[in-house]
């Protein structure tokens, strides 16, 4: 089962910028749980966090296949990537957008990690079992 950092821990983020490409087709499940870690950020600034895929690892699709919206507070925030509707895609990478507003330097600085899990198909069947049973 694959489990590692697009972002390792405590990587320091200032601009827009994309993660080194993650060949994920020896994975056995093409469904991924991301979790962006922020562990620190300045006040008035967000980041905002796009999964985008590759058939090659050359030329990227153009839309995200799954995304974040602005985050602008330390913690953890999860993200399924779904995958089973693209089984030609080989590749995964990350690409996050910072902005800062306000008073002072207008630098965001984020320390951020971005860890990658396939999920398994037995814990995706029961997570979804009891989800059902909540509603």
Do not use: C, N
């Not at 089984?87 to 990690?113: C, D, M, N, Q, S």
């Amino acid at each position: 089962m694959l489990d590692t950092y697009l972002v390792p821990p405590a990587t320091t983020i200032t601009t827009k910028g994309d993660s080194q490409p993650l060949d994920i087709s020896e994975a056995e499940s093409r469904i991924f749980l991301a979790t962006l870690a922020v562990t620190s950020v300045i006040e008035q600034e967000s980041i905002e966090l796009s999964m985008f895929v590759s058939k090659d690892g050359a030329t990227w699709e153009t839309k995200p296949t799954a995304s974040l919206p602005q985050k602008f507070y330390p913690g953890e925030y999860p993200m399924l990537v779904d995958l089973t509707s693209l089984p030609e895609v080989k590749f995964l990478r990350a690409h996050w957008e910072v902005v800062r507003w306000g008073r002072g330097t207008t630098t965001p600085k984020f320390e951020i990690a971005l860890r990658l899990r396939e999920v398994s198909p037995e814990a995706l069947r029961e997570a979804q079992a009891e989800a059902q049973t909540r509603r």
